[in-house]
Nanobody
Framework: QVQLVESGGGLVQAGGSLRLSCAAS????????MGWFRRAPGKEREFVAS????????AYADSVKGRFTISRDNAKNTVNLQMNSLKPEDTAVYYC??????????WGQGTQVTVSS
């Protein structure tokens, strides 16, 4: 069973930065993609960014392009999300996920990000 543990959430002022990390309990050999999702209060969960273990190709939601950067460390089985120029609308619980392509079957417990105006 793959376990994903997020860290790095917190409270930050608008315009500030946070770095989220996701540690996998073991190498997810059965998966090809790691992703970050978020759920804001009263809203559906939405895709934020993804990265492939092999090759490192990335994808981003339009709302975060140019502000967020996803990266991975294959040796440490970790995936990071650098979030810059944060906005109040980025406030949400952020979840790390592992899957194949765009199908995610392993999820972390989430970490809260709050951006004050």
């Amino acid at each position: 069973q793959v376990q994903l543990v997020e860290s790095g959430g917190g409270l930050v002022q608008a315009g500030g930065s946070l770095r989220l990390s996701c540690a996998a309990s073991r190498r997810t050999f059965s998966t090809s993609t790691m992703g970050w999702f978020r759920r804001a209060p009263g809203k559906e969960r939405e895709f934020v960014a993804s990265i492939r273990w092999s090759g490192g190709s990335t994808a981003y939601a339009d709302s975060v392009k140019g502000r967020f950067t996803i990266s991975r460390d294959n040796a440490k089985n970790t995936v990071n999300l650098q979030m810059n120029s944060l906005k109040p609308e980025d406030t949400a619980v952020y979840y790390c996920a592992a899957g194949i392509g765009t199908s995610y079957m392993h999820w972390g417990q989430g970490t809260q990000v709050t951006v004050s105006s």
